[in-house]
Protein backbone atom coordinates (compact mmCIF):
# COMPACT_ATOMS: atom_id res chain seq x y z
CA UNK A 1 0.00 0.00 0.00
CA UNK A 2 2.83 2.53 0.55
CA UNK A 3 4.03 1.88 -2.59
CA UNK A 4 0.88 2.47 -4.39
CA UNK A 5 0.49 5.85 -2.15
CA UNK A 6 4.23 7.04 -3.19
CA UNK A 7 3.48 6.02 -6.67
CA UNK A 8 0.35 8.26 -6.83
CA UNK A 9 2.14 10.73 -6.00
CA UNK A 10 4.32 11.16 -8.14
CA UNK A 11 2.56 13.47 -10.85
CA UNK A 12 0.86 15.62 -7.72
CA UNK A 13 4.77 16.31 -6.68
CA UNK A 14 6.01 17.18 -9.94
CA UNK A 15 3.07 19.62 -9.97
CA UNK A 16 4.22 21.14 -6.85
CA UNK A 17 7.96 21.14 -7.71
CA UNK A 18 7.01 23.13 -10.82
CA UNK A 19 4.83 25.30 -8.41
CA UNK A 20 7.82 25.64 -5.71
CA UNK A 21 10.54 26.85 -8.68
CA UNK A 22 7.87 29.24 -10.17
CA UNK A 23 7.65 30.88 -6.88
CA UNK A 24 11.25 31.36 -5.78
CA UNK A 25 12.08 32.37 -9.85
CA UNK A 26 9.55 35.55 -8.95
CA UNK A 27 11.00 35.86 -5.36
CA UNK A 28 12.04 39.45 -5.25
CA UNK A 29 14.70 41.38 -2.81
CA UNK A 30 13.00 41.16 0.40
CA UNK A 31 15.73 43.11 2.02
CA UNK A 32 18.29 45.98 1.00
CA UNK A 33 21.03 48.21 2.79
CA UNK A 34 24.26 49.87 3.04
CA UNK A 35 27.29 48.99 5.38
CA UNK A 36 29.80 51.18 5.91
CA UNK A 37 33.37 50.07 4.09
CA UNK A 38 36.20 50.76 6.63
CA UNK A 39 38.97 50.63 4.48
CA UNK A 40 37.47 53.57 2.44
CA UNK A 41 37.18 55.72 6.02
CA UNK A 42 40.24 57.76 5.92
CA UNK A 43 39.95 58.21 2.35
CA UNK A 44 36.22 59.71 2.34
CA UNK A 45 36.61 61.77 5.16
CA UNK A 46 39.49 63.80 3.21
CA UNK A 47 37.51 63.61 0.00
CA UNK A 48 34.37 65.08 1.95
CA UNK A 49 36.28 67.63 3.65
CA UNK A 50 36.64 69.16 0.00
CA UNK A 51 33.04 67.98 -1.00
CA UNK A 52 33.94 65.10 -3.13
CA UNK A 53 31.61 62.00 -2.60
CA UNK A 54 33.46 58.90 -2.62
CA UNK A 55 31.39 56.27 -3.96
CA UNK A 56 32.44 53.36 -2.43
CA UNK A 57 32.46 54.88 1.25
CA UNK A 58 29.61 52.03 1.58
CA UNK A 59 29.11 48.43 -0.15
CA UNK A 60 25.53 47.77 -0.89
CA UNK A 61 23.96 44.78 0.22
CA UNK A 62 20.73 42.94 -0.81
CA UNK A 63 19.32 39.46 0.45
CA UNK A 64 17.31 37.64 -1.05
CA UNK A 65 14.72 35.22 0.92
CA UNK A 66 14.39 31.31 0.07
CA UNK A 67 11.20 30.46 -0.44
CA UNK A 68 10.23 26.79 0.91
CA UNK A 69 7.20 25.11 1.79
CA UNK A 70 6.26 23.82 5.43
CA UNK A 71 3.90 21.68 6.77
CA UNK A 72 2.98 19.52 9.79
CA UNK A 73 0.33 17.12 10.30
CA UNK A 74 -1.46 15.76 13.89
CA UNK A 75 -3.50 12.88 13.47
CA UNK A 76 -6.40 11.90 15.18
CA UNK A 77 -5.54 8.78 17.77
CA UNK A 78 -8.84 8.05 19.22
CA UNK A 79 -9.92 4.50 19.89
CA UNK A 80 -11.86 4.58 17.05
CA UNK A 81 -8.98 5.17 14.64
CA UNK A 82 -8.82 1.45 15.17
CA UNK A 83 -11.63 0.40 13.31
CA UNK A 84 -11.76 -0.64 9.66
CA UNK A 85 -7.65 -0.20 8.93
CA UNK A 86 -7.93 3.37 9.51
CA UNK A 87 -4.84 3.54 11.31
CA UNK A 88 -3.15 1.48 8.85
CA UNK A 89 -4.47 4.38 6.35
CA UNK A 90 -2.59 6.74 8.25
CA UNK A 91 0.59 4.82 8.55
CA UNK A 92 0.83 4.62 5.34
CA UNK A 93 -0.09 8.62 4.30
CA UNK A 94 2.59 9.65 6.52
CA UNK A 95 4.88 7.44 4.74
CA UNK A 96 4.13 8.86 1.51
CA UNK A 97 3.93 12.30 2.58
CA UNK A 98 6.96 12.55 3.91
CA UNK A 99 8.57 10.62 1.14
CA UNK A 100 8.15 13.99 -0.99
CA UNK A 101 8.41 15.96 1.43
CA UNK A 102 12.36 14.59 1.77
CA UNK A 103 12.42 14.59 -1.89
CA UNK A 104 11.22 18.02 -2.55
CA UNK A 105 13.13 20.02 0.42
CA UNK A 106 9.53 20.67 2.12
CA UNK A 107 10.13 20.77 5.99
CA UNK A 108 7.59 19.00 7.66
CA UNK A 109 6.59 17.40 10.59
CA UNK A 110 3.92 14.88 12.03
CA UNK A 111 2.53 13.97 15.53
CA UNK A 112 -0.28 12.12 17.02
CA UNK A 113 -2.71 13.09 20.11
CA UNK A 114 -4.76 11.47 21.75
CA UNK A 115 -7.26 13.19 24.65
CA UNK A 116 -7.54 11.01 27.75
CA UNK A 117 -9.72 12.16 30.59
CA UNK A 118 -9.26 16.08 30.72
CA UNK A 119 -5.98 16.15 29.47
CA UNK A 120 -4.67 15.82 25.59
CA UNK A 121 -1.26 14.17 25.22
CA UNK A 122 0.50 14.59 22.06
CA UNK A 123 3.58 12.50 20.27
CA UNK A 124 6.15 13.95 17.79
CA UNK A 125 6.16 11.25 15.40
CA UNK A 126 8.25 12.85 12.71
CA UNK A 127 10.60 15.28 13.59
CA UNK A 128 11.38 18.21 11.34
CA UNK A 129 14.99 17.38 10.21
CA UNK A 130 14.34 13.50 10.17
CA UNK A 131 14.66 12.10 7.02
CA UNK A 132 11.94 9.47 6.30
CA UNK A 133 12.26 5.40 6.88
CA UNK A 134 9.65 3.29 5.45
CA UNK A 135 10.40 0.72 8.91
CA UNK A 136 8.94 3.97 10.40
CA UNK A 137 5.47 2.22 8.96
CA UNK A 138 5.25 -0.53 11.15
CA UNK A 139 6.30 1.09 14.17
CA UNK A 140 3.44 3.59 13.74
CA UNK A 141 1.07 0.85 12.96
CA UNK A 142 1.92 -0.60 16.53
CA UNK A 143 0.97 2.46 18.37
CA UNK A 144 -2.40 1.51 19.43
CA UNK A 145 -5.08 4.60 19.20
CA UNK A 146 -6.89 4.78 22.79
CA UNK A 147 -8.83 7.67 23.97
CA UNK A 148 -11.67 10.04 22.66
CA UNK A 149 -11.53 12.93 20.34
CA UNK A 150 -10.50 16.83 20.72
CA UNK A 151 -10.02 18.63 17.37
CA UNK A 152 -9.21 21.77 19.11
CA UNK A 153 -6.44 19.77 20.91
CA UNK A 154 -5.15 18.58 17.28
CA UNK A 155 -5.52 21.69 15.73
CA UNK A 156 -3.17 23.19 18.39
CA UNK A 157 -0.57 20.74 18.39
CA UNK A 158 -0.54 20.84 14.09
CA UNK A 159 -0.37 24.68 15.23
CA UNK A 160 2.26 24.95 17.37
CA UNK A 161 4.92 22.54 15.18
CA UNK A 162 4.10 24.49 11.78
CA UNK A 163 5.32 27.71 13.46
CA UNK A 164 8.35 26.71 14.19
CA UNK A 165 9.15 25.25 10.34
CA UNK A 166 12.11 26.63 8.65
CA UNK A 167 9.83 27.94 6.23
CA UNK A 168 7.95 30.64 4.29
CA UNK A 169 4.57 29.10 3.63
CA UNK A 170 3.34 27.06 6.43
CA UNK A 171 0.49 24.74 6.26
CA UNK A 172 -1.17 22.86 9.42
CA UNK A 173 -2.72 20.20 8.92
CA UNK A 174 -5.08 17.80 11.13
CA UNK A 175 -6.91 14.41 10.78
CA UNK A 176 -9.52 13.04 12.57
CA UNK A 177 -11.94 10.56 11.68
CA UNK A 178 -14.73 11.80 14.55
CA UNK A 179 -16.58 14.99 16.17
CA UNK A 180 -16.44 16.70 19.40
CA UNK A 181 -18.91 19.54 21.15
CA UNK A 182 -15.52 22.25 20.79
CA UNK A 183 -15.45 22.30 16.90
CA UNK A 184 -17.54 25.07 16.64
CA UNK A 185 -14.20 27.51 18.26
CA UNK A 186 -12.05 25.48 15.19
CA UNK A 187 -12.75 29.01 13.54
CA UNK A 188 -11.42 31.18 16.13
CA UNK A 189 -8.35 28.29 16.09
CA UNK A 190 -8.06 29.50 12.51
CA UNK A 191 -8.00 33.23 13.07
CA UNK A 192 -4.82 32.33 15.56
CA UNK A 193 -3.27 30.19 12.97
CA UNK A 194 -2.92 33.26 10.41
CA UNK A 195 -1.62 35.53 12.85
CA UNK A 196 1.38 33.01 13.47
CA UNK A 197 1.63 32.97 9.55
CA UNK A 198 -0.03 29.37 9.48
CA UNK A 199 -2.65 28.22 7.43
CA UNK A 200 -4.81 25.79 8.98
CA UNK A 201 -6.89 22.69 7.59
CA UNK A 202 -8.60 20.37 8.79
CA UNK A 203 -9.29 16.71 7.09
CA UNK A 204 -12.36 14.42 7.74
CA UNK A 205 -10.85 10.45 7.45
CA UNK A 206 -14.18 9.91 5.61
CA UNK A 207 -17.26 11.54 5.50
CA UNK A 208 -16.34 14.04 8.62
CA UNK A 209 -14.44 17.14 7.01
CA UNK A 210 -18.14 19.44 6.90
CA UNK A 211 -17.27 21.95 9.59
CA UNK A 212 -13.28 21.87 9.70
CA UNK A 213 -11.21 24.64 8.62
CA UNK A 214 -10.82 24.62 5.10
CA UNK A 215 -11.97 21.63 5.20
CA UNK A 216 -11.54 18.48 2.91
CA UNK A 217 -12.18 14.65 3.25
CA UNK A 218 -11.01 11.30 2.09
CA UNK A 219 -11.53 7.83 2.16
CA UNK A 220 -7.67 6.46 2.38
CA UNK A 221 -4.07 7.51 2.31
CA UNK A 222 -3.97 8.04 -1.42
CA UNK A 223 -6.66 10.57 -1.69
CA UNK A 224 -5.48 12.37 1.49
CA UNK A 225 -2.16 12.32 0.47
CA UNK A 226 -3.43 13.74 -2.94
CA UNK A 227 -5.59 16.68 -1.07
CA UNK A 228 -2.65 17.38 1.29
CA UNK A 229 -0.27 18.45 -1.76
CA UNK A 230 -3.34 19.88 -3.33
CA UNK A 231 -3.74 22.51 -0.48
CA UNK A 232 0.17 23.38 -0.59
CA UNK A 233 -0.29 24.21 -4.26
CA UNK A 234 -2.42 26.37 -3.50
CA UNK A 235 -1.06 27.82 -0.74
CA UNK A 236 2.30 28.42 -2.55
CA UNK A 237 0.28 30.09 -5.28
CA UNK A 238 -1.88 32.31 -2.99
CA UNK A 239 -5.14 31.06 -3.80
CA UNK A 240 -5.66 30.25 0.21
CA UNK A 241 -7.62 33.20 2.01
CA UNK A 242 -7.27 31.75 5.23
Not at 70 to 75: C, E, N
Not at 195 to 214: A, E, F
Not at 226 to 231: A, R
Request: proline share 1%.
Amino acid sequence: MLAAVKKNLLKKGSQLRRVLEDEQAQNVTSRQGVTLNSRKMVQGLIKHRVGVHEKDLFNRKKQVQRVRAGFSITLDHSASMKDYGRWAQVAYLLGGIHSLADKLDIASRSGVCRFVGNNAICYEAVEEKMAWKDSYVSQIMGFRPAGGTNLVAYANAAIDMASTLDATHKVAFFLTDGDCSNKPYLESVRMQALSRGVHLVGIGLGNCGNGLPNGMQGDDAIEISEIMVDSLIKIMKGQYNG
